[in-house]
Structure formats: structure tokens, C-alpha cells
T-cell receptor, first 115, second 111 residues
Framework: ETGVTQSPTHLIKTRGQQVTLRCSSQ?????VSWYQQALGQGPQFIFQ???????GRGNFPPRFSGLQFPNYSSELNVNALELDDSALYLC??????????????FGSGTRLTVV | DAKTTQPPSMDCAEGRAANLPCNHS???????VYWYRQIHSQGPQYIIH???NNETNEMASLIITEDRKSSTLILPHATLRDTAVYYC????????????FGTGTRLQVTL
């Protein structure tokens, strides 16, 4: 079974630009979550997608948005980039069946640097 | 989500058991205790989870106190490759569950 894959691995953007990060879920998983990890901090929950709809959101502004596709892959979009958006962005997939979430598998992340 | 408290850092000699404590005094009845670890520049890796009984798998053991207010992750024979940041997280298993990470414990395994 394949794990969670994220692309690109590294990215440099200029303040004010827009960025799209991509994630392929682990085979058999139907839910995807995104996390932001600043240097020296633990990952912070951005949002989760289940059945192609946002299913929970952390304390992030609307310029952070996402999509989940029918094949359960996902995109994270960030508009109007700010210097503080520089971080490791992690994608995690899981299987939700019935009312139970069977636990998360994380990708290796995309390192975004905003200059 | 309940908050957890972990020591910021610990050292362990290679081959010895590493015991990582976690306090979660506000845990609610439907919340599990999860442990993840993050090796430098990689995504978090699931280790183990439990509700109230002690759990063991090929990576580690999880000891949860009877009142569920604290737990200990045990790596029975630590190796240099176990050097990582270890996160203790409490979360339910509902469809909208999320993981709330703290700053974790940085475990340094030394020769």
C-alpha cells in the first residue's frame, strides 16, 4: 500500500503571491487533513475534508482554502502569502467508516518559504 | 480537545528503556491517548494509541493510569534511530476528529 505523498517538497514564493500544495492520500483512505508546522512548533490543524467537503477547520483565515477530489487527493491553496506563512505544510489521510476515524498517516510535507 | 503536558526534553542511553510521561488531566471519557513521533524533517509517525487499557505493539508500550489523567510511552530498547520529538495527543475518534499537537518531548538517544 502506498503512503501519503505530497508535492512539491520545497517551494519559494514571494509575499502576496498564491500557492497550491498537493497531496495524494494513502490507498483506502477517504479523509484528508492539512497541518501547518512553524519552525520549532508542533503541527497546527488547518482543516479537514471528508466526502469532498470541509469537515472541520482550525484558527486559520479564509485565504487558506482547500479541495478534496473524488479520488480523495487534495489541494491546499493559500492566497496573498505573508512572511509568517513560511512553514512545513503536512497532509494527513485517514479512513473514516461509520462514525469512526481509524487514525492518521502523514506525508513528509512541503516546505514553503515566503520571501 | 483536552490539553497535554510533556517535558520538553529527555535523554536516554542506547539499549535502555525510554519512558516518556504525559499528563492529560482534562481528558474526557470518549477521548483516546495517541502518541506520534517526528524525526527531523519528516512527517509525524503514528506509534500507538489507547483508551484505558495498557497497549503494546511492535514499536512501544502505552501505560495509562487508572484515572486516565496521565500516561507513559515506553520504548523498551531505545536506539539512535529513536531520537525524535514525541507528541502525546488526546483526541476522539469521530468523523471530524483532529490532532492537537503541543510542543512534545525531544528525546535524545546517546551511545
Amino acid at each position: 500500500e502506498t503512503g501519503v505523498t505530497q508535492s512539491p517538497t520545497h517551494l519559494i514564493k514571494t509575499r502576496g503571491q498564491q500557492v497550491t500544495l498537493r497531496c495524494s492520500s494513502q490507498s483506502g483512505h477517504n479523509t484528508v487533513s492539512w497541518y501547518q508546522q512553524a519552525l520549532g512548533q508542533g503541527p497546527q490543524f488547518i482543516f479537514q475534508y471528508y466526502r469532498e467537503e470541509e469537515n472541520g477547520r482550525g484558527n486559520f483565515p479564509p485565504r487558506f482554502s482547500g479541495l478534496q477530489f473524488p479520488n480523495y487527493s487534495s489541494e491546499l491553496n493559500v492566497n496573498a502569502l505573508e512572511l509568517d506563512d513560511s512553514a512545513l505544510y503536512l497532509c494527513a489521510s485517514s479512513l473514516v467508516f461509520g462514525q469512526y476515524n481509524y487514525g492518521y498517516t502523514f506525508g513528509s510535507g512541503t516546505r514553503l518559504t515566503v520571501v | 480537545d483536552a490539553k497535554t503536558t510533556q517535558p520538553p526534553s529527555m535523554d536516554c542511553a542506547e539499549g535502555r528503556a525510554a519512558n516518556l510521561p504525559c499528563n492529560h488531566s482534562t481528558i474526557s471519557g470518549n477521548e483516546y491517548v495517541y502518541w506520534y513521533r517526528q524525526i527531523h524533517s519528516q512527517g509525524p509517525q503514528y506509534i500507538i494509541h489507547g483508551l484505558k487499557n495498557n497497549e503494546t505493539n511492535e514499536m512501544a508500550s502505552l501505560i495509562i493510569t487508572e484515572d486516565r489523567k496521565s500516561s507513559t510511552l515506553i520504548l523498551p530498547h531505545a536506539t539512535l534511530r529513536d531520537t525524535a520529538v514525541y507528541y502525546c495527543i488526546v483526541s476522539d475518534t469521530g468523523t471530524a476528529s483532529k490532532l492537537t499537537f503541543g510542543t512534545g518531548t525531544r528525546l535524545q538517544v546517546t551511545l
